[in-house]
């Protein structure tokens, strides 16, 4: 079963009349117990798939960080050419963000969707845990990082540019090593929920053979 709904809410100005503001619509999925396995499966895969593709794209970004340094090095001020590539560096970083807004998204939807499963509170306190990870690699890192590229395009003095380069190239880096280790976490506790699911199936079998 699919459920869609919003939140919407109301101020008190009794003088010009109360206003409304209302969320986006947003949707659970309620899976028979025969489909649950399948669709968290299936949202890990992409969950794992979302993540590699991201770490692939961020050492690209890295390379065309040094490349654009070592451009920077031989030629004068802010060229034309310099300009365009900073461009692509842009159009790179924003695919970056959604690839990751990716991410979160099929998480969030694989953590609402084991909730229908009998999974311990440590899993609950792990899937909670890599959620924030997730939302400080977005509102700070990315975010931060698409700030001083924004300020890299309004900066014509060469000296100026290749040193927030050298920081972006560095930030790049740290970023490239938190999505590992969340990636590595991510597998950790998919193969604890295995786990766990596993021991929760076999215990309801050892049930029914005992009534039996």
Same mark, same amino acid.
């Given at each position: ?16 009349? *109360? ?23 299936? /949202? ?12 692939? #794209?961020?050492?690209?970004?890295? =390379? ?17 050419? %310099? %300009?365009?590539?900073? &461009? &692509?560096?842009? &159009? ?5 963000q959604r &690839? ?9 939807? #694989?953590?609402? #969707? *084991? =909730? ?10 792990? /899937?909670?845990?890599?959620?924030? #990870? !997730?939302?400080? !690699? ?8 698409? +700030? +001083? ?10 000296? %100026?540019?290749? +040193?927030?380069? =050298? ?15 969340? %990636?590595?976490?991510?597998?950790q506790l998919?193969?604890?929920?295995? !786990?766990?699911?596993?021991?929760? +199936? ?11």
């Open positions: 079963q699919k459920l869609s709904y919003y939140i919407e809410a109301w101020d008190n100005d009794g003088i010009s009349g *109360s206003k409304s503001s209302r969320s986006e619509t947003m949707t659970y999925n309620m899976y028979a117990p025969e489909q649950i396995d399948s669709v968290i499966n299936a /949202q890990a895969q992409q969950i794992s798939d979302g993540i590699s593709n991201s770490t692939f #794209q961020t050492r690209q970004l890295q =390379q065309d960080y040094k490349d654009l340094q070592r451009r920077m090095l031989q030629g004068g001020n802010m060229e034309w050419e %310099q %300009q365009q590539l900073l &461009q &692509q560096l842009m &159009q790179k970083q924003s695919d970056l &690839q990751m807004e990716q991410v979160k998204k099929r998480f969030e939807e #694989q953590t609402q #969707q *084991s =909730q229908q499963k009998q999974f311990s509170e440590d899993i609950r306190d792990k /899937q909670q845990a890599l959620k924030e #990870q !997730l939302d400080r !690699l977005l509102d700070e890192e990315l975010r931060e990082q698409m +700030k +001083k590229l924004e300020e890299l395009m309004q900066r014509l003095n060469k000296d %100026q540019a290749f +040193k927030t380069m =050298q920081q972006l190239e560095q930030e790049n880096k740290l970023f490239n090593m938190d999505m590992q280790r969340i %990636q590595e976490l991510m597998k998919e193969m604890q929920m295995r !786990l766990e699911d596993m021991a929760s +199936k076999m215990e309801k079998l050892a049930d029914n053979q005992l009534e039996l």
